[in-house]
């Protein structure tokens, strides 16, 4: 059975860092493009930044870009999320999302993905 599990979130001050990381367990994770999603409170939940099965190809979305990088090992089953400069409006809970695809394609689509974590808290203060 698949599983996710998100860690590294916290509370931090603006214009600090934090890095998320998630771990994948039950699935041949190099077969799988991952993505990084949040829900701020009282928002819908969405794309973050995402990356092919390969690590080739990235995407991170305009309010994210130059500012967080998403990255995978594939040989230790981790996806992570490295956040610089954080803004009080990245507060939210932050969720990684798995789906099986081989190849350098990424997906930016909510409904694309099969598997989830339980997510992360992020909380940045101004």
């Known amino acids: 059975q698949a599983q996710l599990v998100e860690s590294g979130g916290g509370l931090v001050q603006a214009g600090n860092s934090l890095r998320l990381s998630c771990t994948a367990s039950?699935?041949?994770?190099?077969?799988?493009?991952m993505a990084w999603f949040r829900q701020a409170p009282g928002k819908a939940r969405d794309i973050v930044a995402a990356?092919?099965?390969?690590?080739?190809?990235?995407y991170l979305t305009a309010s994210t870009k130059g500012r967080f990088s998403i990255s995978r090992d594939n040989a230790k089953n981790t996806l992570s999320l490295q956040m610089n400069s954080l803004k009080p409006e990245d507060t939210a809970v932050y969720y990684c999302?798995?789906?099986?695809?081989?190849?350098?394609?990424?997906?930016?689509?909510?409904?694309?993905?099969?598997?989830w974590g339980q997510g992360t808290q992020v909380t940045v203060s101004s």
């Open positions: 990356i092919s099965s390969s690590g080739y190809n990235a």
């Open positions: 039950g699935l041949t994770f190099s077969t799988y493009a």
């Open positions: 999302a798995a789906r099986y695809s081989i190849g350098a394609t990424f997906y930016t689509a909510q409904s694309e993905y099969v598997h």
